[in-house]
């Protein structure tokens, strides 16, 4: 399968913060048991290399992606590391570029029509709408189907359990990325069990829809 097959079957993507790395592993096989195979660990700490590295080794069965790829420097440290995909806040080009040099999955961030454009110039059929919940989210994503028919999206920002099933029923939605699945004090305390059962809760929503 290609990265937007698989990512579609996983439904909701769980955006994660790691501190430590010693964490990485016991996260991802919470992840696994409770039905969501993969995950984007952000490049919003130093641990996120690591712990991506870990993930790769000890779980190679989880599509690990790497989030908050804002350099081509870091994009290559990202798949250095293992990432299976790169994902970005906003539409780098020269993150892009290198990406597909490399022939690696990206998924710029885009919050307009005219950065969705620039990214199908590029090439690409997958972008993130972010932060979806502030640029219009499901109303958003309608208003870019039109134009854009052959365009799919993954909002992330703004997406939770409440409204989760909106998103993921829109047509161009492969999935979406959420924050909630993972919180931050649960990781923190290793509260796995918790953590699985989150995710299974999420894989449930999916289901339900899909």
């Not at 430590?20 to 996120?48: C, N, W, Y």
């Not at 994503?141 to 799919?152: C, I, T």
């Not at 909630?180 to 809760?201: K, M, N, T, Y």
């Amino acid at each position: 399968m290609d990265m937007e097959q698989i990512l579609y079957k996983v439904g909701i993507v769980p955006v994660i913060k790691m501190d430590t790395a010693d964490h990485a592993v016991p996260l991802a096989q919470a992840l696994m048991k409770g039905g969501l195979p993969a995950a984007e660990i952000t490049f919003r700490s130093a641990a996120a290399a690591d712990s991506i590295a870990a993930i790769a080794h000890a779980v190679p069965e989880m599509f690990v992606c790497a989030g908050t790829v804002l350099t081509p420097e870091t994009a290559k440290a990202a798949v250095g590391a293992g990432a299976k995909a790169i994902i970005s806040p906003g539409l780098n080009l020269d993150t892009v570029r290198w990406c597909k040099k490399q022939g690696v999955p990206v998924i710029p961030g885009t919050a307009t029509p005219s950065e969705v454009e620039a990214a199908m110039r590029e090439g690409l059929s997958m972008v993130k709408l972010f932060p979806a919940g502030v640029v219009g989210g499901v109303s958003m994503l309608k208003a870019l189907a039109g134009p854009y028919a052959g365009m799919k999206f993954m909002p992330t920002g703004g997406v939770k359990p409440g409204n989760a099933r909106d998103y993921l029923t829109q047509k161009n939605v492969v999935a979406c990325g959420g924050t909630w699945i993972v919180p931050s004090d649960l990781l923190e305390a290793g509260r796995f069990d918790e953590i699985e059962q989150l995710a299974r809760e999420a894989a449930q929503l999916r289901d339900s829809v899909r």
